[in-house]
């Protein structure tokens, strides 16, 4: 472990999983890109006391593409991940989130696990598509690995991000194509003000997320019951969605929560159309 200390803040380089874990459970909080995490001030918020960066460690940084799953570690950029999904079938959208996030060099740096672990960053463009693709979310505490799936991560993460590292996310093979869908706004600083990203897994079954409306991401669940066993047009999806829109949108200084609500049912008609082009968006 390397570590330096200065007479306020301490600074550590894990080598492995387990030191960082230690380092977590001893109070530190983790640096992954620090993309976030240097703009704390700006909220507001404290800069950590005393970090554990991630960067030495290196099975954090691989994307495995095996025959039944992929596994993506958590130090994974999103370039890196967008690279690493290009022309996989069924993985369009979550390459369409990684590639549209943000500019290119806030990408080479900015993680797959800094996105999952911003708590308070409702705009997160990797939460949607994951939860689309239905994700499971693997971390590391103090009495061992643990494995959830990505909705009960986000419900817990608040409580399980005291002291755990996240450390892999988990995809089932079984999604025939994905699109991912944002609305950005120049006012915005070009963060979306509203996602949706859409799945549809080989036995049909589509799923739908929104991001950046309400404070969480979630899965649009009337839409999804609505949508089952049904081949429908992109605007067929639309009407579907207005009917079936229970979101609250939050307000922010640059969008009013019912702009944010209303633009919902065009965005699925957007990503219907996109999925069945063969995905993206
Ligand atoms: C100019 C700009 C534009 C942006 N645009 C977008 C955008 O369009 N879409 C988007 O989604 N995001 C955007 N972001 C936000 C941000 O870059 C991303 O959310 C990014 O993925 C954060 O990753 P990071 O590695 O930099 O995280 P960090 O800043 O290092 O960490 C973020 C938080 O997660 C915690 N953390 C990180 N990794 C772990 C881990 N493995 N285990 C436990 N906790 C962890 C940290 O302690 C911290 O609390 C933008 C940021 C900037 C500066």
């Known amino acids: 472990m390397d570590m330096r200390d200065g007479p306020e803040r301490m600074f550590l380089s894990a080598a492995t999983v387990a030191e960082a874990v230690a380092a977590r459970r001893a109070g530190a909080a983790v640096l992954a890109g620090g993309t976030w995490t240097m703009r704390d001030p700006r909220r507001g918020v404290s800069l950590p006391e005393s970090v554990v960066a991630l960067s030495r460690i290196a099975e954090l940084q691989r994307v495995e593409v095996l025959d039944g799953e992929i596994r993506i570690g958590a130090s994974v950029t999103h370039a890196a991940l967008a690279g690493a999904l ?104 070009d963060y979306p003000v509203a996602i949706v990203s859409i799945a549809q897994s080989t036995d049909g079954a589509i799923r739908v997320a929104v991001g950046s409306v309400e404070p969480v991401a979630r ?20 009407a579907l969605a207005e009917k079936t829109n229970d979101f609250i949108g939050r307000d922010g200084i640059e969008a009013e929560g019912w702009y944010r609500r209303e633009v919902l049912p065009a965005l699925v008609r957007r990503a219907f159309a996109a999925l069945q082009k063969g995905g993206a968006a």
Request: charged residues 25%.
């Open 219 to 238: 899965r649009w669940s009337a839409l999804e019951a609505e949508l089952a066993g049904k081949a429908l047009t992109p605007e067929e999806a639309q």
């Open 86 to 189: 290009s022309g996989l079938a069924g993985f369009e959208g979550l390459a369409a989130a990684a590639t549209g996030a943000a500019n290119p060099a806030i990408r080479r740096v900015a993680t797959v696990g800094g996105n999952l672990c911003a708590i308070d960053f409702a705009a997160a463009d990797l939460v949607p598509a994951l939860l689309a693709l239905d994700a499971g979310i693997e971390l590391a505490l103090a009495d061992g690995p643990r494995l959830l799936p990505i909705s009960d991560f986000l419900r817990e993460r608040s409580e399980l991000l005291k002291t755990a590292l996240l450390t892999r996310v988990i995809i089932r093979r079984d999604v025939a194509a994905s699109a991912h869908v944002r609305l950005p706004l120049r006012k915005a600083g």
